[in-house]
């Protein structure tokens, strides 16, 4: 064992709780600024609903999976409690912090690295609000932060799963642990949200490629000086040679991918008819991706960081600077990580990572027209170890240099302001879903005013599904409205009253004191209200508006935007 790994075991002891540490922060600050019982939003009724306790079931459409349906199985099969299903989810959350950043530790092996990667990723206010919701994009990130760790091979330790793992003579049991790890993270990942996994996987097994391929056309005789195969002790002060990715990692990543892609491929024949059918209805509800050449999506991602949750549409809206400043930091750090590792002799311990991270977020900032914080989560997990790197690089320089007492307390500062500014976004985006969310409640009490009880069938512009869901009511979706005729109501903002409702005498009725203003509810006449549905054969009036009236669970929610 080197000098370099036998010194990073008294470290890398340390970093485990300094990690600990911050993940229980992580979780603790959660649970305090977003208030545990914050009712579920539209995605987590989706995910939720496929319990009973949290029923009547809503549509499953073709782009959601089955993954986080199964994460909130152990408390949503048994109970219908939203506190204690968000506190169990903010533990998961801290608990996939820690083990998303556990491999690094070894892959760094640098004192005080890793947990503050995991403090930077953590920090983020969208981080801290997704802790304890059902929504799958934390856990991917550190499904793929974890795979990557374990493909970044320790510094000079042929004793180290990942050394191991390349093809270095070392114990079986701890090659077999690393690729367990690798498959066993990427099938999580995939599994919840296989889109964003298969390209950092795509990156990852080009590298494996390329370093093979090196590898073997490599000659002894072009052996570096002091090099492992030239027989000579290496230079005082060289950094150790890192090993390269060995075939077993690569072979191990497919091997989780298609083990996570899996369900979704037995689901996507059973209910869509095919593969290929299921990933066409999904990129028709999500609106298609095509490449933009410009950088107007750049700008909605930047601009979201301020909010909304969901930016759909995104037109006209302007970058909140003070909310986005921290991005310009991320191209700096992560230059400077990048030189930390070429200087150590370890440029795949940053270029990975990047090039992982770069994989993830190309589609969403290029090729879809809409935005969202949560999307780049697994870009800022990967950029996460390589900023740290940046960070304890340029603390070294400035020890080196003796500008410490100059740039401590600029870089404390900045944390300072950071974290600050952090919190205040957490809590007053928490504060705005709260009472966004309570408006579902009020047009439900408007509803139920109205003779609107269960069962029944809603229909609407914008929010039918958690509305109807919050009512007991079934949303007009997949394609069902015709067998089930005219829907019980309307809910309707910033839309006329169709005409084939004005025809029948349906009314309109506003819903009260609601945080979003315009919403209305639009019920028969109450001769009519409880009414058989009409026949299968019988159509809708012609007057109907699809603008003002649309069915199916992601169209209705693309118009939607609540802040």
């Not at 979780?27 to 496929?50: F, K, M, N, Q």
């Amino acid at each position: 064992m080197s000098t370099t790994a036998r010194n990073a075991e008294p470290t890398g002891c340390r970093d485990r709780w300094w990690l600990a540490g911050v993940c229980g922060v992580f979780g603790a600050l959660s649970l305090a600024v977003v208030h545990p019982g914050l009712p579920l939003g539209w995605d987590e009724l989706v995910y939720a609903s496929r319990f009973a306790p949290y029923g009547p079931e809503t549509p499953f459409s073709a782009p959601r999976t089955r993954g986080v349906p199964l994460l909130i199985a152990p408390v949503a099969a048994i109970g219908h409690s939203v506190p204690l299903l968000r506190c169990y989810l903010t533990f998961a959350a801290a608990l996939a912090l820690y083990l998303g950043f556990l491999p690094w530790l070894r892959a760094v092996a640098r004192r005080g690295v890793v947990p503050l990667a995991a403090a930077l990723y953590s920090s983020v206010w969208f981080a801290l609000f997704y802790a304890g919701a059902a929504m799958p994009n934390h856990y991917v990130a550190m499904g793929l932060t974890a795979a990557l760790g374990c493909c970044v091979p320790a510094p000079g330790d042929t004793s180290s799963p990942a050394a191991a793992a390349a093809a270095v003579p070392g114990p079986v049991r701890a090659r077999v642990r690393t690729w367990g790890a690798v498959a066993a993270a990427l099938a999580a990942a995939t599994l919840i949200r296989p889109n964003d996994t298969v390209w950092p996987v795509a990156v990852l097994l080009g590298a494996a490629l390329w370093a093979h391929l090196r590898q073997s056309r490599r000659k002894p005789e072009r052996t570096e000086p002091g090099g492992p195969e030239s027989g000579r002790p290496p230079r005082p002060g060289a950094p150790a040679p890192a090993p390269p990715l060995a075939p077993g990692v690569a072979l191990a990543a497919t091997a989780g991918v298609l083990l996570g892609l899996l369900p979704w491929a037995v689901e996507a024949r059973l209910r869509f008819g095919g593969v290929l059918e299921r990933v066409r209805a999904a990129g028709d509800i999500q609106g298609g991706m095509h490449l933009h050449l410009s950088l107007d999506t750049v700008f909605r991602h930047a601009a979201a960081l301020d909010g909304p949750l969901l930016c759909r549409p995104c037109e006209g809206v302007t970058v909140g600077w003070a909310s986005a400043g921290w991005w310009l930091l991320i191209p700096p750090l992560v230059a400077l990580g990048i030189g930390a590792a070429r200087r150590e002799g370890r440029t795949a311990l940053a270029v990975l990572p990047t090039a992982a991270a770069a994989a993830v977020a190309v589609p969403y900032l290029f090729f879809m027209d809409y935005a969202a914080p949560r999307f780049l989560l697994p870009t800022y997990a990967l950029l996460a170890p390589v900023a740290a790197l940046g960070v304890c690089g340029a603390l070294r320089w400035a020890r080196a240099t003796r500008k410490l007492r100059l740039l401590a307390p600029l870089g404390a500062t900045a944390a300072l302001l950071h974290i600050g500014f952090q919190l205040h976004q957490l809590d007053l985006h928490s504060g705005i879903q709260a009472a966004a969310r309570q408006d579902w409640q009020r047009m439900e009490h408007v509803l139920r005013a109205h003779g609107v009880r269960p069962p029944c069938v809603l229909d609407g512009n914008r929010a039918t599904i958690p509305v109807a869901h919050t009512a007991g009511c079934r949303p007009a979706a997949g394609g069902r409205p015709a067998a089930e005729g005219r829907p019980h109501a309307l809910v309707l903002r910033g839309a006329p009253l169709p005409a084939w409702a004005a025809r029948a005498d349906w009314r309109l009725h506003p819903v009260p004191h609601t945080y979003n203003p315009g919403w209305r509810v639009a019920v028969p006449p109450p001769t009519v209200l409880g009414a058989p549905p009409r026949p299968s054969g019988d159509r809708r009036p012609e007057g109907r508006s699809p603008d003002s009236v649309r069915s199916g669970e992601d169209a209705a929610r693309g118009r939607a935007r609540t802040r």
